[in-house]
């Protein structure tokens, strides 16, 4: 059975950091995209990182330059490190994993930035 188990998320003022880890087990095939969206009350779910494997990386504009995506293979593990952090980045955070037959979804981590 497959699981994402998420963890990081919490409350943090602005300018803060927090980092997110995302642990993928029971996968079959092999990874091929692991990575974070987002969802805030009222918006639409959206990309914030992407990592394919290897190294190749992918940000939204809003967060380039203060979130670093990372990921270690031999552990099937993603990790968001998002740094001058901002109110607006305050929504429920999930962990996505692309295979070659499936995509999963983490259960979601709430991060809450305080002005």
């Known amino acids: 059975q497959v699981q994402l188990v998420e963890s990081g998320g919490g409350l943090v003022q602005a300018g803060g950091s927090l980092r997110l880890s995302c642990a993928a087990s029971g996968i079959i095939f092999s990874v091929n995209v692991m990575g974070w969206y987002r969802q805030a009350p009222g918006k639409q779910r959206e990309l914030v990182a992407n990592i394919i494997s290897g190294s190749s990386t992918v940000y939204a504009s809003s967060v380039k330059g203060r979130f670093t995506i990372s990921r270690d293979n031999a552990k099937n593990t993603v990790y968001l490190q998002m740094n001058s952090l901002k109110p607006e980045d305050t929504a429920d955070y999930y962990c996505?994993?692309?295979?070659?037959?499936?995509?999963?979804w983490g259960q979601g981590t709430q991060v809450t930035v305080s002005s």
């Open positions: 996505n994993v692309r295979t070659s037959r499936n995509t999963y």
